[in-house]
Every structure is written in structure tokens, then in C-alpha cells.
């Protein structure tokens, strides 16, 4: 039997208008919307736990995608590793990744409030306070839900590990 839909990871990649006509007609269905977002410079064990784990708080899955320009704000001149588009078309091939933003700005406070989530992701190295978009979530019954990290992996650490094992 075919399946009744199949998605090409590029078709989940979209610009934020097209984010929030979809989180619209997810919302029909009444569909529980869950976010997160980050650089995912470096897709590994760690952020695959954190995606499942916050695909399985709700229907649909959003990432916000730190762009390349932001991520060199953030993590400085020598990241991002892969750019955009790559990390954008990994982050995609996931099948409990629903929709993948790429967004340009220094939080993704913007589309925090266009897409209104009904619950909102971060590691636990955060507090719900320093949460970009957590009192904003919070003030129309949203959740913000903080996940336990898997040790030992984060992208920094990895490239630390492989320069000093290969470098």
C-alpha cells in the first residue's frame, strides 16, 4: 500500500510565511505544535535525543535554524562547520522534524511569536528564564519544557575531540 503522502526534505525546509500557513492549517486539526531551535552545527547523538524527544511533547515538530551569518555571531569566525542549506537538509531528513526555518536574527524571538507554539523546546543546560520566547509562550497557556542533554556531546566538544585525536 503507498503511503497516503511522502515528503522530499527540501519541502520541509520553508521561509516563515509559509511556516505559519502551515502551523494555520495544522492547527485545524487541532495538531499540538512544539518548537525548538538552535545551530546544529554538527548533527549528533545529542541533538537527535533532544528532536525526538521534543517531536514526542506534540503533532508537529518546528526547528528554527540559526542561519550561517548568526551562527558566526554566536560561536565565532571558524563555524559553522556545514552551512545552511546542509544543516537545513539534515535537520529535514528526520522524519519527526516536521518543518525546518532558517532565520537570520540573533534569537528566534521572531518566529516565537509568529508561529505562537503550544509548547517550546530547550536543552536543560538553560533555565526557563534565560529561554528566548518562554514568557511569551507562557502568557497564552503555552508550555516551555527544558530536556535533559546526553553528555559528552555537544558540537564543541566533538570538534575538540577530533582535533585532538586527528589533529
Known amino acids: 500500500m503507498e503511503p497516503l503522502y511522502t515528503y522530499r526534505t527540501k519541502d520541509k525546509i520553508v521561509d516563515l510565511t509559509t511556516a505559519v500557513q502551515k502551523v494555520h492549517a495544522w492547527r485545524v486539526y487541532d495538531d499540538k505544535i512544539v ?10 547523538l545529542g541533538h537527535i535525543t533532544l528532536l525526538e524527544e521534543a517531536a514526542a ?17 554566536i560561536k565565532g569566525e571558524k563555524r559553522p562547520l556545514f552551512n545552511q542549506q546542509e544543516r537545513a537538509r539534515l535537520l529535514a531528513a528526520l522524519e519527526f522534524v516536521d518543518l525546518v526555518v532558517i532565520f537570520d536574527e540573533p534569537t528566534p524571538e521572531t518566529l ?8 517550546l523546546v ?3 543546560d538553560y533555565t526557563i528564564e534565560n529561554v528566548v520566547g518562554a514568557s511569551f509562550v507562557q502568557s497564552y497557556g503555552g508550555e516551555v519544557k527544558l530536556l535533559p542533554l546526553v553528555e559528552n556531546y555537544s558540537t564543541t566538544q566533538l570538534i575538540q575531540r577530533i582535533c585532538k585525536n586527528h589533529g
Open 122 to 124: 530547550k536543552g536543560a
Open 57 to 73: 511533547l506534540g503533532d508537529k515538530l518546528i526547528v528554527g535554524l540559526n542561519s550561517d551569518r548568526s551562527v558566526k555571531q
Open 35 to 44: 518548537f525548538t531551535n538552535g545551530c546544529f552545527d554538527l548533527l549528533h
Open 112 to 119: 516565537i511569536r509568529a508561529l505562537r507554539p503550544d509548547v
